[in-house]
T-cell receptor
Framework: AQTVTQSQPEMSVQEAETVTLSCTYD???????LFWYKQPPSRQMILVIR??????QNATENRFSVNFQKAAKSFSLKISDSQLGDTAMYFC??????????????FGTGTRLQVTL | DGGITQSPKYLFRKEGQNVTLSCEQN?????MYWYRQDPGQGLRLIYY???????QKGDIAEGYSVSREKKESFPLTVTSAQKNPTAFYLC????????????FGPGTRLTVL
């Protein structure tokens, strides 16, 4: 069974600064996908970024980037130039590689990020 | 606009009553999912469905039931057997060939009185 651990329940960052959210996971799979989802106060889950385990290059999406360390089973999210709209819960999630069937996501417990002026 | 709708946004139920949460998608996705979210916990999978008339239990299926009579719809029934039904419920969908990226609805907050 897979597990996903987010050890930082809450974090705070000033506007325009950079913050890194941590995530570790445990799996015996060799190929899999990792995700960061954002859940703002509206509670709508929004996909922030995705990483495929067989790709060595770290994924980036504008101000969001990941540091994927497969051997260490670590998948951290870096938010650069933080904005007030980044205030949200952030969830790390894992799913085994695509098998042509419905994928089951395993989520961490989340990190609440507060961006301050 | 394509997306996933869930209704109602807020739902109140008396103990001992069954209640059905609606989830509809117009993304033409094959797979649909139901998750439960509790404070301090991540999302946990209740049920998922790959195709019409087929569904599988997730990690916390006890006290819940689903149906998949149409590709667009995947309603979740919270039965009286569910001991702690008060939670936030999220529906999601995904499509092939990989199915790994899931899109979420806005959620339903269920409160048992």
């Amino acid at each position: 069974a897979q597990t996903v651990t987010q050890s930082q329940p809450e974090m705070s960052v000033q506007e325009a600064e950079t913050v890194t959210l941590s995530c570790t996971y445990d799996t015996s799979e060799n190929n899999y996908y990792l995700f960061w989802y954002k859940q703002p106060p509206s509670r709508q889950m929004i996909l922030v970024i995705r990483q495929e385990a067989y790709k060595q290059q770290n994924a980036t999406e504008n101000r969001f980037s990941v540091n994927f360390q497969k051997a260490a089973k670590s998948f951290s999210l870096k938010i650069s130039d933080s904005q007030l709209g980044d205030t949200a819960m952030y969830f790390c999630a894992f799913t085994p590689s695509d098998t042509g069937t419905a994928s089951k996501l395993t989520f961490g417990t989340g990190t609440r990020l507060q961006v301050t002026l | 606009d394509g997306g996933i709708t869930q209704s109602p946004k807020y739902l109140f139920r008396k103990e001992g009553q069954n209640v059905t949460l609606s989830c509809e998608q117009n993304l033409n996705h094959d797979a649909m999912y139901w998750y439960r979210q509790d404070p301090g916990q991540g999302l946990r999978l209740i049920y998922y469905s790959q195709i019409v008339n087929d569904f599988q239990k997730g990690d916390i299926a006890e006290g819940y039931s689903v149906s998949r009579e149409k590709k667009e719809s995947f309603p979740l029934t919270v039965t009286s057997a569910q001991k702690n039904p008060t939670a936030f419920y999220l529906c999601a969908s995904s499509s092939g060939p990989s199915y790994n990226e899931q899109f979420f609805g806005p959620g339903t907050r269920l409160t048992v009185l």
